[in-house]
């Protein structure tokens, strides 16, 4: 038998992007603000000011885009759509400027034999929203459906696979938790009612598909193995609390219709009794889920750092990217296993999954060396290979990310791209990991 690694016949290969990392342009032609909008042009918030306003200028510049997709081989684009772009208020009246920028987008895509893969909200809520209370006001399921609706009967003709919400976890724990991310709020008690409105939200997107939709729709989820520091009773159960409140307080709700047990630990008294009809609506059967996956945590018991009480230990002989997260790729498979094994083998893409080190600049020749990511990338595909051998269900891969872009609070400054972009110019330049990954995708693999 050949070493020889082959992914499954129709593997999909993609790469990744979110509107207000890479449109710019976020008031133009009668779109409306959202609250990174906002929260960017807040002092403070985005290193070194940094903001969205261009970021990669990809508002005017997609046909570029496209063709550089094309170069790559890309066979998918994973993008999302911008809420207040669409709908300026979050509500009611559509931009026909704005929603005709993502129907020419999915043509030009097509045109280039590119599947569209699209999320309909990557953290960018319309300001409009947030201020009647955003996610902690229960009204924002019927909003998102309404939102969804318009998405999905303009585009549904094209795009035939569909995601709600991206990482709900994060804006959960970065936006109403630890004030890290829009909008920026520091609330244990709000933190819980917002990640149940994002899946109440969820699932009645979901239940909209299930009326005018013709093909796919999923949840993408950020996932992070915790793996216990000691065999500690202690450190055991923070890596059980930190599992339960990453993992499996949103994939839970929606296979099983409850949360982990663990959440009441973690939240005490912040956690509320929710209403039971609420998981009547959170569990929509889906067609796929969609994991991003970038780390693992090594987890010990720490009981000042609340809510979880838990930390992750830095590992002395590892890699560590320039996010500070760790490389391990058989985090990726034990995580894909543990999908496969807890909710049934659902299919999966890997909807996300990149690192940002130290690139070069562009080099004579016009070459940018990243050594380090293509690594990362090898390490990354070949968990995924062992773990399809085993019968999980991967069906396919998207890198975060096409082009180096606003990586939210970290502003500019740590670039995940296999396309180098000079935000001066906004020249764009394949990086040697996206000459790698063409390599990758036109061999369907055989190169790692
Ligand atoms: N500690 N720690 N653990 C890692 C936790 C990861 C949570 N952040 C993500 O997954 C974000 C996701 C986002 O979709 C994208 O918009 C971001 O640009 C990438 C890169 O940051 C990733």
Redesign the pocket.
Known sequence: MSNAIEFPKNFLWGAST?AY?IEGSPLADGAGPSIWQRFAHSPGNIRDGDTGDVACDHYRRSAQDVALMREIGLQAYRFSISWSRVMPSGRGAVNPVGIGFYDELVDRLLAQGIKPMVTLF??DLPETLDNQGGWLNRDIADWFADYARVMFERLDDRVTSWATL??P??VSDGGYLNGTLAPGHHNRFEAPIAAHNLLRAHGAAVKVYREVGKHEIGLVV?L?PKYPASESAADQQAAARGHAYMNGQFLDPVFFGRYPEKMKDVYGDAWPEWPAEDFELIRQRLDFIGV?Y??R?VTRDEPSALPVRAV?VRQPLATYTE???EVYARGLSDTLEWVAARYGNPPLYIT?N?A?FFDPPVAEGGRVHDPLRIDYYQKHLRAIHEVIQKGVDVRGYCA??LLD?L??AHGFS?R?GIVHVNFATQERTLKDSAYFYREVIATNGAVL
């Open positions: 979110s990392q990557h953290w991206n990482e976890w994060v950020n992070e991003n970038y780390t945590s992750a996010t500070g997260w996300e990149g940002a975060w990310s872009n990586e939210w740590k995940f």
